[in-house]
């Protein structure tokens, strides 16, 4: 069986590599690809080679991470997945992808791909939520509506039952969509955001403005989670952080994506709306296409969906 990956060799140069796939190991298991995801704000940065956190970048890459299929095969060992279960992984653009049966997340046949394919970063953004810990009656900023930033809003509202959510987005469809999600008052711009006025905020956007917004934002000696990957500003902190006694803390990955998915997939249902995330489908070959229009092209969708089959 052929494997084929879609590797970055250098600056917005994109190729197919195709490769005879190894045997399993014991605890391994093979599965066939049948969605993923470009997730723009990770991917572009690095194919445009403009990542602020990677000045020399080294090649070649690959690409990806959200993976959605189904196992055609598993190794001698794995006994809690079996072929035709469906599954999330994080093999990136491939049609076929070998992973450890223990880092895949099992999903439901009855549950639209569409939705499971988000359980990955609604984990990432549910880590940075819960190192606050904010109450109910506390007021949150979220800085950027890109997918991390509805998806806190999600997870604030939905898990954390926070009631008021602000939010500081300059897209108008953003800001629609974050209402959509639950946010409480939406901001095109930072004069409009209330100073010394916040309880916790989450930095979605890797902007320097927003970041200096939640800075002045919050009240004295509360605390900011910086959930963006901050590759395309970097952050340097201004009086308000000193001033104010403030803290940051910083989160990558997801607190337990199996334990995260129990909860998400059951909350999907209940909310539909997490699919309008995915502004437009394309097909796996028309991959290298998408990169160079999303590269050109400043009115972004918020997530590409990639179907395979």
Known sequence: MIQQSLILSGKQKLEWIRNEIRDLEADEILIQTIAGAISIGAELPQYNESDVTDPNPLYPKETGYESYGQVIKVGDDVKNIKIGNHVLAFYGHK???????????????????????????????????????????????????????????????????????????????????????????????KEEVPAVFYDYGLECSASIDAFHTQLKSLKHHQEICILSDGN??????????????????????????????????????????????????????????????????????????????
């Open 232 to 309: 395309i500003d970097l952050f340097y902190l201004n009086e308000d952080f000193y001033e104010k006694e403030l803290k940051i803390v910083g989160s990558s990955d997801g607190w337990d994506y199996q334990q995260h998915s129990n909860w998400f997939f059951t909350e999907g249902v209940k909310t539909p709306h997490l699919s309008k995330i995915f502004e437009r489908e394309i097909q796996s070959d028309e991959l290298i296409d998408c990169f160079m229009e999303l590269s050109n092209n400043n009115n972004r969708p918020l997530k590409v969906l990639v179907k395979y089959l």
């Open 95 to 189: 049609n076929v992808g070998i992973v450890k049966a223990s880092n895949v997340v099992k999903v439901p046949d009855s549950l639209e791909y569409r939705n499971a394919l988000l359980n990955t970063l609604s984990c990432d953004a549910g880590k940075g939520v819960l190192k606050l810990k904010p109450a109910s009656k506390d007021k949150v900023l979220v800085t950027g509506a890109g997918t991390i930033g509805l998806l806190t809003i999600h997870f604030l509202k939905n898990y954390m039952d926070v009631d008021h959510i602000d939010v500081l987005e300059p897209y108008e469809s953003r800001r629609v969509l974050a209402k959509t999600f639950g946010a409480t008052n939406t901001y095109s711009n």
